[in-house]
């Protein structure tokens, strides 16, 4: 034995400074930190240390931690022993016998809904076979550094999904959610002129905290449980140009109130809602703790990671990419390169300016792009944010190649019908100012 701590807030500094193989933590342990966050924040310092869990047992039946012990798998930790009674034997079995992440599967099995879609907690040990731990109509657009350009891409997505989106079986156009996850500044709700004084993120989060304890458990009255599901449901409002469009927009949250907001709230935001859209698409905060986001990630189809011609930011994606593979969603990350300047841009705008050094093809060599959206003049973007209209919802030939690029992104999500036309309007653009060119 290495070290011993005695407090939660004592575990990060320890673990950074021994880099342990591994780590036994008792839930029983003082302080005030949520253990979740405080492993997800170990699985990125120091992700060679094994975590092992100790904790009462469960009910299933009565109480729920699913959120809870969700993060906590998916930082990495399979070694959890939920049991009143936990011998010296039972531990040194399972620290010669790690555990897998299908050895806990049954942890974070997701809540059964109950007709309308209401949250209720069922634990069935009959059917423990999960097929897969996200969700099929949930996708995250992220990016390490703030700024990069994820409200933009994300009700541009969501815009475009919603107005050009094929029609379901039954002739109904794609129900579509955007979800803030910006909880200090203003963001969509500006970008779609979207603003309620009870309805909006701040509300939401009041009423999920009043339900959940800062142990993750959630409360047993299934009436007050009804009740915030009814207010979250309602916080999703209507977007004026496509009504099969619904956001939930931020207000301002003072630091002092996103201080009790965490992860799981979230968790349970989202699986409150996602059953109740075909399309959910969430804008997360590159500046908020990596806690809220993570969940948020793991619990996604794809997540979108936006990049930019910065060198330091490749840099740094390009580091954080084998983070991602350590919490294992690699596989799903994405890369959308954004304000891409492109060659024919050089010619046109920039007459005298120099060579661009490090571009496009170069950030291709180390990432796989599904989209590059091209910077957009600055008026027009202006413009659009002041008119509340993504450029999604226009045809203007400045925006055409922004539009064919945040396509492709959409097509991918949800096939859209403006896909096929936007490809052709592009190309032949295309070939008229190379003939053009040409002529010169
Ligand atoms: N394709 C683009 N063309 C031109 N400017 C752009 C483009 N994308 C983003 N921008 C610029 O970047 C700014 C930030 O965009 P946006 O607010 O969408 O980023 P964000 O990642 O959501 O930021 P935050 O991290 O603050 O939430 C915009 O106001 C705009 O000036
Ligand atoms: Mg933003």
Redesign the pocket.
């Given at each position: 034995v290495i070290g011993s701590v005695y407090n939660r807030s004592e575990i990060k500094e320890n673990c950074k400074m021994l880099n342990p193989d591994i780590l036994i933590i008792s839930e029983g342990i003082s302080g005030k930190e949520l253990i979740p966050e405080i492993v997800v924040d170990l699985s990125k310092q120091c992700p060679n240390t094994r975590v092992v869990f100790l904790t009462g047992s469960i009910d299933f039946t009565k109480e729920d931690r699913r959120t809870y012990f969700t993060i906590m798998v998916f930082a990495g930790v399979y070694d959890i022993i939920h049991e009143d009674r936990i011998t010296d034997q039972k531990i040194l079995h399972v620290l010669d016998n790690p555990a897998k992440k299908e050895d806990v599967k049954y942890l974070i099995e997701k809540p059964k809904s109950k007709g309308s879609g209401d949250f209720v907690f069922v634990k069935d040990h009959k059917d423990d076979v999960i097929e897969k731990d996200y969700h099929d109509n949930l996708f995250t657009i992220s990016?390490i550094k703030?700024?990069?350009?994820?409200?933009?891409?994300s009700t541009n997505i969501a815009t475009m999904i919603a107005e050009y989106g094929v029609k379901k079986h039954n002739g109904q156009r794609p129900r579509v959610a955007l979800i803030e996850a910006?909880l200090q500044?203003l963001?969509l709700g500006t970008l779609l002129q979207i603003e309620d004084d009870k309805y909006n993120l701040k509300t939401v989060m009041d009423k999920i905290q009043s339900i959940i304890s800062s142990d993750g458990k959630v409360t047993n009255d299934i009436e007050k449980i009804e009740m915030v599901n009814k207010h979250i449901k309602s916080s999703f409002r209507p977007y004026m140009y496509c009504n099969n469009l619904y956001a939930l927009v931020g207000s301002q949250l003072t630091l002092q109130e996103l201080e009790n907001v965490n992860a799981m709230h979230y968790l349970y935001l989202v699986e409150t809602i996602t059953n109740d859209y075909d399309v959910v698409i969430v804008?997360t905060?590159?500046?908020l703790t990596h806690v809220t986001t993570f969940p948020l990630l793991n619990l996604s189809k794809y997540c979108y990671y936006?990049l930019n011609l910065d060198f330091n930011n490749i840099r740094n994606n390009s580091r954080y990419r084998s983070f991602l593979e350590k919490i294992q969603i690699a596989d799903k990350v994405k890369y959308i390169l954004?304000?891409n300047i492109t060659k024919k841009m050089m010619d046109n705008l920039y007459i005298g300016s120099e060579e661009l050094l490090f571009d496009t093809e170069m950030i291709k060599k180390d990432f796989d792009l599904v989209a590059e959206?091209?910077?957009?003049?600055?008026t027009i973007?202006?413009n659009r944010?002041y008119s509340g209209k993504p450029i999604s919802l226009e045809n203007s030939p400045q925006t055409l190649e922004?539009r064919y690029e945040i396509a492709k992104i959409a097509n991918e999500i949800w096939p859209v019908s403006n896909f096929e036309n936007l490809k052709k309007e592009f190309e032949s653009k295309n070939k008229e100012t190379k003939k053009f060119f040409w002529k010169k």
């Open positions: 990016s703030p700024g990069t350009g994820k409200s933009f891409i910006d500044n963001s804008d905060n590159s500046s936006i954004n304000e959206i091209p910077l957009i003049p600055k973007f202006l944010i922004a």
